[in-house]
């Protein structure tokens, strides 16, 4: 059984991945990944930044990134691994199932999966 994944969620783990990881831009969302030397559970980060819009906009492009890793990571557990998942204006407009595909075919070109 894997680990559910865990939270990144201070500024500079958001900045490593950014600066040593690959990046993957999609039209509904951008995954950057960043291999790490362990083999514990993915850890997964979430942003959004004020260009998509204000706070109640960013928050529910917010709940839609988490809501589609989560369901593609609960079938598909990853490990070794940190995923920073960045919020488009293009994020809110996409379908959900479009958005699910967009993160399952990010993380493909990443090898993740």
């Given at each position: 059984m894997?680990?559910?994944?865990?939270?990144?969620k201070?500024r500079?783990?958001?900045?490593?991945?950014a600066a040593k990881?690959?990046?993957a831009?999609?039209?509904g969302?951008?995954?950057?990944?960043l291999?790490?030397?362990?083999?514990?559970?993915?850890?997964?980060?979430?942003?959004?930044?004020?260009?998509?819009?204000?706070?109640?906009i960013?928050?529910?492009?917010r709940?839609r990134l988490?809501?589609?890793?989560?369901?593609?990571l609960a079938?598909?557990?990853a490990?070794?691994?940190?995923?920073v998942?960045?919020?488009r204006?293009g994020?809110?407009?996409r379908?959900?199932?479009?958005?699910?595909d967009d993160?399952?075919?990010?993380?493909?070109?990443?090898?993740?999966?």
């Open positions: 894997s680990l559910p994944p865990e939270r990144l201070r500079p783990e958001f900045r490593l991945v990881g690959r990046k831009p999609m039209p969302l951008v995954l950057q990944a291999a790490r030397t362990d083999d514990g559970a993915a850890r997964i980060g979430f942003t959004v930044t004020k260009k998509v819009g204000n706070a109640v960013r928050n529910r492009t709940r988490k809501e589609a890793a989560r369901l593609w079938e598909h557990p490990a070794g691994v940190d995923l998942l960045i919020g204006d994020t809110r407009k379908s959900f199932g479009a958005l699910k993160f399952c075919r990010a993380l493909a070109k990443m090898g993740v999966t």
